[in-house]
């Protein structure tokens, strides 16, 4: 989205901060590795969810020092069901 919208916010038309197209570009490659490695089954979806996580609390935790409980927590939760079910 940040290159279909040239870098600017499609309703004021401010400019967005590069480190968006940074989340994207991260984002796009950590899901075409988790497609490749496990096609589309319920692992793929766990760990999607699992990096799609990891990634929000790494870039929340750079800017403002913090990593949110409700992350951490959805993340425990992931755990102890892919536990649970042997994935």
Known sequence: SFLFL???C???KKKISPQYLLIELITI???L???YLFGIT????LFLILGLSFI?????DLKHYIIPNILTFLDF???MQSRKTGF
């Open 33 to 35: 590795v988790i497609y």
């Open 10 to 12: 499609r309703n004021c």
């Open 56 to 60: 929000i609390i790494f870039f929340i």
């Open 42 to 45: 319920i692992t793929t979806l």
């Open 6 to 8: 040239n870098g600017k």
């Open 77 to 79: 939760i992931l755990d």
């Open 29 to 31: 490659v950590y899901f």
